[in-house]
């Protein structure tokens, strides 16, 4: 099976994977990002800004899902 590499935005560590195609690759991107989400629910800060990649045996990008989270700031009473 070739081997797909994952990188989260701000880490220096990839984690590689055998799967058996790009589809596959994809599903784990968006599984990762469920995760992610999941954890930190309700620690979340405004102006996060994270990005899971995939990419496949020669380095090239499969896809990539990037999260950025803003909210309104409350007006000073």
């Known amino acids: 099976m070739p081997l797909y590499r994952f990188r989260l935005t701000g880490q220096d560590q990839e984690t590689p994977v055998d799967l058996p195609d790009d589809d596959a690759a994809w599903a784990q991107v968006r599984a990762l990002c469920g995760e992610i989400l999941t954890d930190v629910n309700a ?3 405004s102006g996060a800004d994270w990005q899971i990649t995939a990419t496949d045996h ?3 990008d499969v896809g990539s ?3 950025v989270a803003s909210r309104r700031q409350r007006p000073l009473s």
Do not use: A, D
């Open 58 to 60: 020669r380095g090239q």
């Open 65 to 67: 899902i990037r999260i």
């Open 43 to 45: 620690n979340l800060p």
